[in-house]
């Protein structure tokens, strides 16, 4: 019942909020396209408006909110609720179509379901722009034509976003503009991946000439548009190549010569700088309609589960410079006992945590901040960090890539033969290392003043402690027998540096390797491993587009692999009976 009160609540909420935070945006970089604009500026608002959409690039407030403690964060583990026998609705958490008190995977379209239409209605810009284009002169085609461009690989990067989720999905007739397929087909989902990768090259190829034949007033423009790089195209060049490389590298088990001519093409003009832009919140906490507000409102679903703090944290559970990873006082919160403990998945055990003398307990809000630290009554279990995290609003930027995604795929590529990168994969997973390392201290020092009289939670960054650790994992990766001991530490690190903010790709990515293993959940002495593979369709699919999905209708559940699953992975199990202390 309480959960339902809140979903009302949630909605009046939402509304006000997404209106607020959008006239945010708009007065920080105009639409041209509302304010009638001489003949062809109206593109730059196209772009602008497809850059900006929540839920693409900018993490929306009501998806996190619905997937918190019953979505992909939970099943994937890269962030998990303090589980006891207590909570009898995951007695069933492993029957994926009607579990969990009837919700199963996905119970509410609101939550990662919600992508697809968001992303069919959201995008539609582009088929504006297509038809438009057609009709203008060249000279006015010169001066739009950047925009297009750049609005075609958003539209296609979401799109392969819908196909990590949902396997087939409708591509190639779809975004047309004026002239819309009002019931297109669903597309061969490995053809729509490599249609979206000859796309990518194709405009990182372009895009460079495409700019120099702008007249300097549309230069000019472009850059006032352009709140992400400032106008700068040698950096999109960059940034698109490493979704290519991304992109690549996820279909290599099924496509390996394809795959190996993108990548090899990719690596020559990668990302030296973090690709990512602010989310324009000056909020912090339960303030705003941005990602980090579901954060702050669902903390009792933020704790950080062993099969990331168990590979952070090596040695006691005392934080030990020159011996546990870094980054682990910046991801995380120290329990009660002053040390850092990862969240079992053991549900059985953990019933004992909430017995005499223990007594403990967790919040619901992340500003509790002097009753979850070193506090009798606090968490004996680590929470993710509310200075990184929660209450950190105005410097968690919008991440497009980050460097040290870039390294792990690099390495990958590396290790599997895909493409000879100039380095050894060890080294790549080194680069992978200090780059996640900087990546959090930044955000996290970011808010260094906020509860400055809190240290703990704003730990001091060393540089040397980076360098040797990184060392350590290098010449442990090194050390692994074999190619899946080594895609181990790969995907563990991966984990470590996506954690709670990317659990989307983190799902991608454990249902396409297989790693890092997960912990199994025991529950009242029954052990549950489930699998989801993929989300089932918006129903209003099946009433809307019905001829078309039956072609699909066979897949639609929760268990179908997507296609990019190598055949040796298939009904494969990601769940290890013990997670070591890597």
Not at 12 to 17: A, F, S
Not at 293 to 308: D, K, L, S
Not at 321 to 337: C, N, S, Y
């Given at each position: 019942?309480?959960?339902?009160?809140?979903?009302?609540?949630?909605?009046?909420?939402?509304?006000?909020?997404?209106?607020?935070?959008?006239?945010?945006?708009?007065?920080?970089?105009?639409?041209?396209?509302?304010?009638?604009?001489?003949?062809?500026?109206?593109?730059?608002?196209?772009?602008?408006?497809?850059?900006?959409?929540?839920?693409?690039?900018?993490?929306?407030?009501?998806?996190?909110?619905?997937?918190?403690?019953?979505?992909?964060g939970?099943?994937?583990?890269?962030?998990?609720?303090?589980?006891?026998?207590?909570?009898?609705?995951?007695s069933?958490?492993?029957?994926?179509?009607?579990?969990?008190?009837?919700?199963g995977?996905?119970?509410?379209?609101?939550g990662?379901?919600?992508?697809?239409?968001?992303c069919?209605?959201?995008?539609?810009?582009w088929?504006?722009?297509?038809?438009?284009?057609?009709?203008?002169?060249?000279?006015?085609?010169?001066d739009?034509?950047?925009?297009?461009?750049?609005?075609?690989?958003?539209?296609?990067i979401?799109c392969?976003?819908?196909?990590?989720?949902?396997?087939?999905?409708p591509?190639?007739?779809?975004?047309q503009?004026?002239?819309n397929?009002f019931f297109?087909?669903f597309?061969?989902?490995?053809?729509?991946?490599?249609?979206?990768?000859?796309?990518?090259?194709?405009?990182?190829?372009?895009?460079?000439?495409?700019?120099?034949?702008?007249?300097?007033?549309?230069?000019?423009?472009?850059?006032?548009?352009?709140?992400?790089?400032?106008?700068?195209?040698?950096?999109?060049?960059?940034?698109i190549?490493?979704?290519?490389?991304?992109?690549?590298?996820?279909?290599?088990?099924?496509?390996?010569?394809e795959?190996k001519?993108?990548?090899?093409?990719?690596?020559?003009?990668?990302?030296?700088?973090?690709?990512?832009?602010?989310?324009?919140?000056?909020?912090?906490?339960?303030?705003?309609?941005?990602?980090?507000?579901?954060?702050?409102?669902?903390?009792?679903a933020?704790?950080?589960?062993?099969?990331?703090?168990?590979?952070?944290?090596?040695?006691?559970?005392?934080?030990e410079p020159?011996?546990?990873?870094?980054?682990?006082?910046?991801?995380?919160?120290?329990t009660?006992?002053?040390?850092?403990?990862?969240?079992?998945?053991?549900a059985?055990?953990?019933?004992?945590?909430?017995?005499?003398?223990?007594?403990?307990?967790?919040?619901?809000?992340?500003?509790n901040?002097?009753?979850?630290?070193?506090?009798s009554?606090?968490?004996?279990?680590?929470?993710?960090?509310?200075?990184?995290?929660?209450?950190?609003?105005?410097?968690?930027?919008?991440?497009?890539?980050s460097?040290?995604?870039?390294d792990l795929?690099?390495?990958?590529?590396?290790?599997?033969?895909?493409?000879?990168t100039?380095?050894?994969?060890?080294?790549?997973?080194?680069?992978?290392?200090?780059?996640?390392c900087?990546?959090?201290?930044?955000?996290?020092?970011?808010?260094?003043?906020?509860?400055?009289?809190v240290?703990?939670?704003?730990?001091?960054k060393?540089d040397?402690?980076?360098?040797?650790?990184?060392e350590?994992?290098?010449?442990?990766?090194?050390?692994?027998?074999?190619?899946?001991?080594?895609?181990?530490?790969l995907?563990?690190?991966?984990?470590?540096?996506?954690?709670?903010?990317?659990?989307?790709e983190?799902?991608?990515?454990?249902?396409?390797?297989?790693?890092?293993?997960?912990?199994?959940?025991?529950?009242?002495?029954v052990t549950?491993?489930?699998?989801?593979?993929?989300?089932?369709?918006?129903?209003?699919?099946?009433?809307?587009?019905?001829?078309?999905?039956?072609?699909?209708?066979?897949?639609d559940?929760?268990?179908?692999?997507?296609?990019?699953?190598?055949?040796?992975?298939?009904?494969?199990?990601?769940?290890?009976?013990?997670?070591?202390?890597y």
């Amino acid at each position: 019942m309480m959960k339902k009160i809140l979903q009302i609540i949630f909605a009046v909420i939402l509304i006000t909020t997404i209106f607020s935070c959008t006239k945010k945006v708009q007065d920080a970089y105009p639409n041209p396209n509302t304010v009638d604009p001489p003949s062809g500026n109206k593109f730059a608002g196209y772009f602008t408006n497809m850059l900006y959409q929540w839920k693409f690039y900018v993490k929306d407030y009501g998806e996190y909110w619905w997937e918190s403690d019953l979505g992909v964060g939970m099943y994937a583990q890269t962030h998990v609720r303090y589980v006891t026998p207590r909570y009898a609705w995951y007695s069933d958490y492993d029957d994926l179509e009607n579990g969990e008190g009837g919700n199963g995977f996905q119970g509410s379209s609101n939550g990662v379901q919600s992508q697809y239409g968001a992303c069919y209605s959201r995008m539609r810009d582009w088929g504006t722009m297509k038809l438009e284009l057609e009709g203008l002169a060249d000279e006015q085609k010169n001066d739009v034509n950047v925009y297009y461009q750049l609005g075609t690989v958003f539209k296609d990067i979401w799109c392969a976003r819908l196909v990590d989720f949902f396997n087939s999905i409708p591509y190639a007739d779809a975004f047309q503009g004026k002239s819309n397929v009002f019931f297109p087909k669903f597309d061969d989902p490995k053809q729509t991946y490599l249609s979206i990768l000859q796309d990518l090259k194709d405009i990182s190829g372009s895009l460079q000439s495409d700019y120099d034949k702008m007249s300097s007033s549309a230069q000019a423009l472009f850059k006032n548009q352009d709140f992400v790089f400032n106008g700068d195209v040698s950096k999109w060049i960059k940034y698109i190549n490493s979704e290519r490389l991304r992109l690549a590298v996820r279909i290599s088990g099924v496509a390996e010569t394809e795959a190996k001519a993108a990548i090899s093409d990719a690596i020559t003009n990668l990302p030296d700088f973090e690709c990512q832009f602010s989310s324009h919140t000056t909020e912090v906490g339960g303030a705003g309609g941005y990602w980090s507000r579901g954060v702050y409102e669902t903390q009792y679903a933020h704790f950080v589960p062993n099969v990331i703090m168990k590979r952070m944290n090596l040695g006691n559970l005392t934080y030990e410079p020159g011996t546990d990873d870094p980054r682990l006082p910046v991801i995380a919160m120290p329990t009660k006992f002053n040390d850092y403990r990862g969240c079992s998945m053991n549900a059985d055990t953990n019933q004992v945590y909430y017995t005499a003398p223990y007594s403990e307990t967790y919040y619901a809000y992340a500003d509790n901040l002097d009753a979850s630290l070193n506090s009798s009554s606090g968490n004996g279990r680590s929470m993710y960090n509310i200075a990184t995290y929660a209450m950190n609003g105005p410097n968690l930027p919008a991440k497009m890539m980050s460097l040290s995604e870039t390294d792990l795929f690099l390495a990958e590529a590396e290790l599997k033969g895909l493409a000879n990168t100039g380095k050894t994969a060890g080294e790549h997973i080194k680069d992978a290392v200090i780059h996640s390392c900087n990546y959090w201290y930044a955000i996290n020092q970011a808010n260094a003043a906020w509860r400055s009289d809190v240290p703990v939670v704003h730990p001091a960054k060393s540089d040397a402690d980076i360098t040797n650790y990184a060392e350590t994992v290098k010449t442990l990766f090194e050390s692994q027998a074999t190619l899946e001991d080594k895609m181990e530490i790969l995907m563990q690190q991966k984990y470590i540096h996506l954690n709670i903010n990317d659990s989307y790709e983190l799902w991608a990515e454990l249902r396409r390797t297989r790693h890092p293993l997960l912990e199994p959940m025991l529950f009242q002495g029954v052990t549950l491993t489930p699998q989801p593979e993929r989300v089932k369709y918006p129903s209003n699919e099946k009433a809307n587009n019905f001829d078309n999905y039956q072609s699909v209708v066979s897949d639609d559940n929760y268990t179908s692999p997507i296609f990019w699953v190598p055949d040796n992975k298939k009904g494969t199990s990601w769940y290890g009976t013990y997670l070591g202390r890597y």
